[in-house]
Nanobody
Framework: VQLQASGGGLVQIGDSLTLSCAASRRTFSGYTLAWFRQAPGKEREFVAAISWDGGPTLYSESVKGRFTMSRDNAKNTMYIQMTSLKPEDTAIYYC????????????????????WGQGTLVTVSS
């Protein structure tokens, strides 16, 4: 099973961008999904997570109100719509699938994910 992230690119401050992450085969159903990011010289950080049924979501404080995560289990694809982009949003964005089923605050912890995409670079130019 592989996750393929796409949609990254170079944008201007205030622009919007939508990232996608597709699985090579049906593997999303029943699992929490998430986006993490890693900026140059920094550790990987949590961005957003969505429950197995597309209901509850979690966002980091830095993106809350600007980013929206969604999923389409039928298409084995998850998305994150990013608006009002800032230079500090510049990072490699990684999609991930949780190792186990369920939902909770643990969804912010990268250690809870065992399937990762290769990352897609988002650069917000000032």
């Amino acid at each position: 099973v592989q996750l393929q992230a796409s949609g990254g690119g170079l944008v201007q401050i205030g622009d919007s961008l939508t990232l996608s992450c597709a699985a090579s085969r049906r593997t999303f159903s029943g699992y929490t999904l998430a986006w993490f990011r890693q900026a140059p010289g920094k550790e990987r950080e949590f961005v957003a997570a969505i429950s197995w049924d597309g209901g509850p979501t979690l966002y980091s404080e830095s993106v809350k109100g600007r980013f929206t995560m969604s999923r389409d289990n039928a298409k084995n694809t998850m998305y994150i719509q990013m608006t009002s982009l800032k230079p500090e949003d510049t990072a490699i964005y990684y999609c991930a699938r949780a190792a186990g089923v369920g939902w909770g605050s643990w969804a912010r912890d990268s250690d809870e994910y065992n399937l990762w995409g290769q990352g897609t670079l988002v650069t917000v130019s000032s």
